[in-house]
Antibody, heavy 119, light 108 residues
């Protein structure tokens, strides 16, 4: 069965960087694009960007351009999201989500990783 | 960027009633690229509807989606206790994805 398992919660100081991982299993890793979505406490969902695990190409939401880097490791079927220059407003749960192969929708989601930014 | 506005913000209903949720786009959206998700507290979102009206795998037929252009609707018939949650619409356009702000369906 398809599973996306994310790394554990992180606490970071303002100005630091965080790198969250998302390990995929149960399907051919390189056949499906992966997205990152975040959710601040009590708030809605915010799309951050997409990575194509096959070639590694990425596209980021304008809001995060210059601060976010998405990468992948095909040998371990893992995608990574690194966010730099953290500020308190980046405190959120970060999700990876697989894009459905035939339509533009996210059919499987990771369990989420809470990133807390606090001095 | 296409902005999605969901209404109402909160819907208070009783089990067995029908919920009608609205998602309005600031520009026309291809029906193929409109999806709905359900999220319960402490859980990741779950895909309900894609392509505006197609149910995802395992989704009960009491969930239905409709609409086109800038106006889309999610209807939940015969509300079950497990349906009380927050619902988000999502669209894809110009290589960008955006979500609505969500509608909370709560028990009256």
């Amino acid at each position: 069965q398809v599973q996306l398992v994310q790394s554990g919660a992180e606490v970071k100081k303002p100005g630091a960087s965080v790198k969250v991982s998302c390990k995929a299993s149960g399907y051919t890793f390189t056949r499906y694009d992966m997205h990152w979505v975040r959710q601040a406490p009590g708030q809605g969902l915010e799309w951050m960007g997409i990575i194509n695990p096959s070639g590694g190409s990425t596209s980021y939401a304008q809001k995060f351009q210059g601060r976010v880097t998405m990468t992948r490791d095909t040998s371990t079927s893992t995608v990574f999201m690194e966010l730099s220059s953290l500020r308190s407003e980046d405190t959120a749960v970060y999700y990876c989500a697989r894009e459905h192969s035939s339509v533009i929708a996210f059919d499987y989601w990771g369990q989420g990783t809470l990133v807390t930014v606090s001095s | 960027e296409i902005v999605l506005t969901q209404s109402p913000g909160t819907l208070s209903l009783s089990p067995g009633e029908t919920a009608t949720l609205s998602c309005r786009a600031s520009q026309s959206v291809s029906s193929s690229y409109l999806a709905w998700y359900q999220q319960k507290p402490g859980q990741a979102p779950r895909l309900l509807i894609y392509g505006a009206s197609s149910r995802a795998t395992g989704i009960p037929d009491r969930f239905s989606g409709s609409g086109s252009g800038t106006d889309f609707t999610l209807t939940i018939s015969r509300l079950e206790p497990e349906d009380f949650a927050v619902y988000y619409c999502q669209q894809y356009g110009r290589s960008r994805w955006t979500f609505g702000q969500g509608t909370k369906v709560e028990i009256k």
